[in-house]
Nanobody, 119 residues
Framework: QVQLVESGGGLVQPGGSLRLSCAAS????????MGWYRQAPGKEREQVAA???????NYADSVKGRFTISRDNAKNTVYLQMNSLKPEDAAVYYC?????????????WGQGTQVTVSS
């Protein structure tokens, strides 16, 4: 019911910046919260940042002070501004939306966008 499309990934040097975008379509009114997850090879998928419908945010300790999540309701889009990137930030980043359906909560995922941090 909710479709998510990520963009903005790419190759940057350590200390550089990227901004990821996630455009949502479908049953937008049913979304309770959105966020960003990442998964590096051989590691578990981890939550990076999230924002609720009320505007509250939370971040993983590893990205606090460097990453900022925001939203543009008019465009149905969530952003992740990533500054001071480190090699350990390299991963596939996935957009996530928590959707309330008649039978309960449902997790929606984007296709992922690759972020590479290398000198």
């Amino acid at each position: 019911q909710v479709q998510l499309v990520e963009s903005g990934g790419g190759l940057v040097q350590p200390g550089g910046s990227l901004r990821l975008s996630c455009a949502a379509s479908g049953s937008i009114f049913s979304i309770n919260a959105m966020g960003w997850y990442r998964q590096a090879p051989g590691k578990e998928r981890e939550q990076v940042a999230a924002i609720t419908s009320g505007g509250s945010t939370n971040y993983a300790d590893s990205v606090k002070g460097r990453f900022t999540i925001s939203r543009d309701n008019a465009k149905n889009t969530v952003y992740l501004q990533m500054n001071s990137l480190k090699p350990e930030d390299a991963a596939v980043y996935y957009c996530h939306a928590k959707e309330l359906r008649s039978r309960g909560w449902y997790d929606n995922w984007g296709q992922g966008t690759q972020v590479t941090v290398s000198s």
